[in-house]
């Protein structure tokens, strides 16, 4: 590990609860790659106490911190600045401080996109992102939608349990959409879209440890296609499994975590770190050890 000493570099997390995050053992972990002074602090706080805890954090050097649920959307009310794609998605993941000044980020989007190109061949994503399929309206949904309309999707359709809200969704990031044509499709609806989808994801919880699988056949997804899950406890999600049983291409959900930790990472300390089998060996063991 990196040497700490009275100049390093704070950064951290706010959200509740942060006890389970794997962000501290990702940047730490290229801290000690890069030879960089610094350290990682899970802010934990005590319930309610958000605004407090804001203006403790104003009063430290801080280099910057990541925001995970439920502040995403509460903290663009905190900032000095917003990057105009993050104001767009209406949520932040990371701040930047500059002299004092928060500056906020949503790097969710561009890491998850990061993540996708790694995962498959240029052409493949190319002609697959045209035509996608976005399970799920959440928070991540609406990070994703804009990374895959910038990403060159030409269609996009959003499908929700809450159909409303893929709805507001779409009405929401229509800004901007520079040529991707969206359309919501009610959740119970959902196999319809299967045989046009070259790009599956499901941004639901469903399928993640403890909840119910992703109830979807995808026998008549096209061949050469891309099924992505968010989700990554566990790694291959029973979606996933499906997906590999069909010969398409399966896209798992911790290369979004690793790929925003990026993101962020580069934005604090101006280095780009890789992602790398050993940093997910690593990731995955300490989320055993949790
Ligand atoms: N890999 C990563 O880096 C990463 C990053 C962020 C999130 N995630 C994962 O992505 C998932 C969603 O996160 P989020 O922040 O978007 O959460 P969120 O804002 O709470 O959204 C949850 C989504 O799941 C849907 N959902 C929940 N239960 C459902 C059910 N029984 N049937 C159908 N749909 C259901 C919700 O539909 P309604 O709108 O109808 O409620 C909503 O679309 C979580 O599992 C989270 O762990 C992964």
């Not at 995050?21 to 934990?44: C, K, N, V």
């Not at 002609?127 to 060159?152: F, N, T, Y």
């Not at 891309?226 to 959900?253: C, F, H, M, N, Q």
């Amino acid at each position: 590990m990196a040497a700490r000493t009275g100049k390093a570099s704070l950064v951290g997390l706010i959200g509740q609860p942060v006890t389970h995050s794997l962000s501290p053992a990702i940047h730490e972990y290229w801290m000690a790659q890069h030879g960089i002074d610094g350290t990682y602090i899970p802010f934990r706080h005590a319930p309610g106490a958000m605004p407090e805890l804001l203006r403790a954090l104003r009063t430290l050097d801080l280099r910057g911190f990541n925001i995970t649920v439920p502040y995403k959307s509460e903290m663009l009310a905190h900032l000095d600045s917003i990057d105009p794609e993050a104001k767009a998605v209406g949520a932040v993941n990371t701040v930047v401080v500059e002299k004092g000044r928060w500056h906020g980020l949503n790097t969710d989007g561009s890491g998850y996109l990061r993540h996708l190109q790694a995962s498959t061949s240029k052409a493949q994503l190319q002609s697959c992102i045209q035509e996608s399929l976005v399970l799920g309206g959440g928070g991540a949904a609406r990070s994703i939608v804009a990374a895959l309309m910038r990403g060159g999707a030409q269609h996009l359709t959003v499908c929700n349990r809450s159909y409303e809200k893929a709805c507001a969704l779409i009405s929401h990031l229509q800004p901007l959409a520079r040529g991707t044509r969206l359309s919501a499709l009610p959740w119970e609806r959902r196999q319809e879209a299967v045989p046009k989808a070259g790009l599956l994801v499901n941004t639901t919880s469903l399928g993640m440890e403890g909840h119910a699988p992703l109830e979807l056949s995808l026998d008549a997804m096209p061949a050469g296609g891309i099924v992505s899950d968010i989700v990554y406890a566990p790694l291959e999600t029973p979606l996933l499994a499906k997906a590999r049983a069909r010969g398409l291409t399966p896209v798992e959900g911790l290369g979004m975590l690793l790929g925003q930790a990026a993101e962020a990472f580069h934005a604090w300390f101006g280095v780009m770190p890789e992602v790398t089998p050993k940093l997910r060996a690593h990731v995955l063991a300490m989320r055993e050890a949790a």
